[in-house]
């Protein structure tokens, strides 16, 4: 079955899907599962993506979840740290490794004399004993193979073995420096050992479908996944997007109308919602995309309005003033200005519950 679907109809559906029309009353595995993950190279943002996702939400919440291990923090997507549902981890690890190995070519000379047969088994054994973090890794592997750049060895561990990163008591979770564990100690079992990007695929579509193959390259970092979505055809509903473009969804996905409201929300630094397509216009404009991005690759964090990113976000703390500071893309209505002003205050409020003062400001021109 086709039909077109309208940018505000996309907006709505991967809105939908992403807890971000209504806070959901979930527990925090499930959405972190709904989510498809949650991008964390650092620690403290995925604590924001859930407070603006879920009802009630209290950091401990996650705490509870990364100790018990029903959440994990690992290298997954595109190569870089995510949260997991620990079940999702261990049923879609290995789907990444094709993407993980080709990773591997960013060594270049730094790679000679890197022989895995060899590095990797001697990491394993140091991980088995006790977990440890990336320096120590390296320092050990540095006097096993002291030919073979520090680095590169390092860096072949965190991509070729399933590991994930120990949680502590610090306020977001984990250290600056933090220590990793084999998976399968860490969550008592080894990764699925189907390589299949099948049900990877189809993760994408419930967190962010409607979508195209390139939506789903772009989001996961594996390539030719077309051959993919031609062989899960028979399973999915097909729609086009105003641009004429082939869209594969879950049968029964939410689809909201594309008059739906959708409340103000602010989305953290690295968040996935404006990551997860190739086409990103169903969240932001091409004309704002360059802003997302730093030159040192920080995703920056964004505010939504009406559905849609309409500026960037940032926090200061002087003494006991908290401040978060909009810089809208263009001119907000009042209507806007008001309701971003009081759920700005309220996330002031759980980001800096010991400040006497919350303020939410505009920005200079």
């Known amino acids: 079955?086709?039909?077109?679907?309208?940018?505000?109809?996309l907006n709505r559906a991967t809105l939908a899907r992403q807890m971000l029309l209504a806070r959901e009353e979930v527990p925090v595995a499930e959405a972190v599962e709904r989510l498809a993950g949650m991008q964390a190279q650092e620690p403290k943002p995925p604590f924001l993506g859930l407070w603006t996702r879920v009802a009630g939400?209290?950091?401990?919440?996650?705490?509870?979840?990364?100790?018990?291990?029903?959440?994990?923090r690992a290298t997954m997507m595109r190569g870089t740290l995510h949260l997991m549902s620990g079940r999702d981890y261990l049923a879609l690890r290995t789907s990444m490794q094709p993407m993980l190995d080709a990773g591997m070519r960013v060594?270049?000379?730094?790679?000679?004399?890197l022989d895995l047969d060899e590095v990797l088994p001697a990491a394993r054994l140091l991980l088995s004993e006790r977990p440890r973090t990336f320096n120590e890794v390296r320092a050990a592997l540095q006097e096993e193979f002291p030919d073979v750049n520090d680095r590169a060895l390092g860096y072949a561990v965190r991509m070729c073995l399933p590991l994930t990163m120990v949680p502590t008591e610090d306020r977001w979770a984990f250290p600056r420096t933090s220590e990793f564990t084999l998976a399968e100690t860490w969550l008592g079992g080894a990764p699925a050992g189907d390589a299949s990007p099948d049900g990877l695929v189809l993760r994408h579509l419930a967190a962010f479908g409607p979508a195209t193959a390139a939506d789903a390259q772009e989001w996961s970092g594996l390539g030719r996944l077309g051959e993919v979505f031609e062989r899960l055809r028979p399973e999915l509903r097909t729609f086009t997007?105003?641009?004429?473009?082939?869209?594969?969804?879950?049968?029964?996905?939410?689809?909201?109308?594309?008059?739906?409201?959708?409340?103000?929300?602010?989305?953290?630094?690295?968040?996935?919602?404006?990551?997860?397509?190739a086409d990103r216009t169903r969240v932001i404009a091409d004309a704002h995309r360059p802003s997302l991005t730093t030159k040192n690759l920080r995703v920056r964090a964004t505010f939504l309005w009406d559905g849609f990113a309409a500026?960037?976000?940032?926090?200061?703390?002087?003494?006991?003033?908290?401040?978060?500071?909009?810089?809208?893309?263009?001119?907000?209505?009042?209507?806007?200005?008001?309701?971003?002003?009081?759920?700005?205050?309220?996330?002031?409020?759980?980001?800096?519950?010991?400040?006497?003062?919350?303020?939410?400001?505009?920005?200079?021109?």
């Open 241 to 277: 997007d105003e641009k004429g473009r082939e869209l594969f969804d879950l049968p029964d996905a939410p689809r909201p109308g594309e008059d739906a409201p959708a409340e103000p929300r602010f989305l953290p630094e690295f968040d996935n919602l404006v990551l997860a397509h």
């Open 57 to 72: 939400f209290e950091a401990s919440h996650l705490h509870e979840a990364l100790r018990d291990r029903s959440v994990v």
């Open 1 to 9: 079955m086709t039909g077109t679907l309208s940018l505000r109809a």
């Open 107 to 113: 060594l270049g000379a730094r790679a000679k004399g």
């Open 311 to 365: 500026g960037l976000w940032e926090t200061e703390r002087r003494r006991k003033v908290a401040t978060l500071r909009l810089r809208p893309f263009g001119t907000l209505p009042r209507k806007a200005l008001n309701a971003l002003t009081a759920e700005g205050e309220r996330l002031l409020a759980f980001t800096e519950p010991d400040a006497t003062d919350h303020q939410v400001t505009l920005a200079e021109a």
